[in-house]
């Protein structure tokens, strides 16, 4: 962990494994029938999926999970962008927003530069660690306020429009 990262942590201390489960037990609720917020949340399980997949995996089964966790997560966050994040801004602040789309910016670089380690190492496993902290909490703050802002506050119409959007903006990506 970087001395940045431990001075945020510090700051801004990570949700507990309680708190992240609680949050999405909610929001599982409360998106019944909401078609983006359930993809979403079927979108995060595959992710923490990944993370399980490559840190118990080795070699080249390892760099593999690696490579479909960079796939899954660059045409989650393409759709996130592009459909969700607008109403985020509108229903949840601005700040919460661009909070988000810095996050998925730094998710990238950290994922590039964990592709180019070499699975099992030391620093390899740091970086996978690291990168999976930082999805979660984002992924906590997504599932705890976010998208329940969004999902009670933004008309039935736009959240229909958003849940037919965000599966076409998804859909792009070719996950194979």
Same mark, same amino acid.
């Given at each position: 962990?970087?001395?940045?990262?431990?001075?945020?942590?510090?700051?801004?201390?990570?949700?507990?494994?309680?708190?992240?489960?609680?949050?999405?037990?909610?929001?599982?609720?409360?998106?019944?029938?909401?078609?983006?917020?359930?993809?979403?949340?079927?979108?995060?399980?595959?992710?923490?999926?990944?993370?399980?997949?490559?840190?118990?995996?080795?070699?080249?089964?390892?760099?593999?999970?690696?490579? *479909?966790?960079?796939?899954? $997560?660059?045409?989650?966050?393409? &759709?996130?962008?592009?459909? @969700? %994040?607008? =109403?985020? +801004?509108?229903?949840?602040?601005?700040?919460?927003?661009?909070?988000?789309?810095?996050?998925?910016?730094?998710?990238?670089?950290?994922?590039?530069?964990?592709?180019?380690?070499?699975?099992?190492?030391? *620093?390899?496993?740091?970086? $996978?660690?690291?990168?999976?902290? &930082?999805?979660?909490?984002? @992924? %906590?703050? =997504?599932? +705890?306020?976010?998208?329940?802002?969004?999902?009670?506050?933004?008309?039935?119409?736009?959240?229909?429009?958003?849940?037919?959007?965000?599966?076409?903006?998804?859909?792009?990506?070719?996950?194979?």
């Amino acid at each position: 962990m970087s001395f940045l990262d431990r001075i945020a942590a510090a700051l801004a201390p990570a949700a507990s494994d309680e708190q992240r489960m609680e949050a999405r037990q909610k929001l599982e609720e409360l998106a019944r029938g909401e078609g983006f917020a359930e993809d979403i949340l079927a979108q995060h399980r595959a992710i923490e999926g990944l993370f399980a997949e490559a840190r118990n995996s080795s070699g080249p089964a390892a760099q593999a999970a690696v490579r *479909e966790l960079a796939v899954l $997560l660059n045409a989650h966050s393409m &759709a996130e962008e592009a459909v @969700v %994040y607008p =109403e985020i +801004s509108e229903h949840s602040g601005k700040a919460h927003a661009g909070m988000a789309y810095e996050e998925h910016a730094m998710t990238k670089v950290q994922l590039a530069a964990l592709q180019q380690l070499q699975p099992g190492t030391q *620093e390899w496993r740091e970086k $996978l660690d690291h990168i999976e902290s &930082a999805v979660q909490q984002h @992924v %906590y703050q =997504e599932e +705890s306020s976010w998208l329940p802002d969004v999902i009670r506050h933004a008309p039935v119409g736009d959240r229909q429009r958003m849940s037919a959007e965000f599966s076409e903006y998804y859909g792009r990506v070719d996950l194979a």
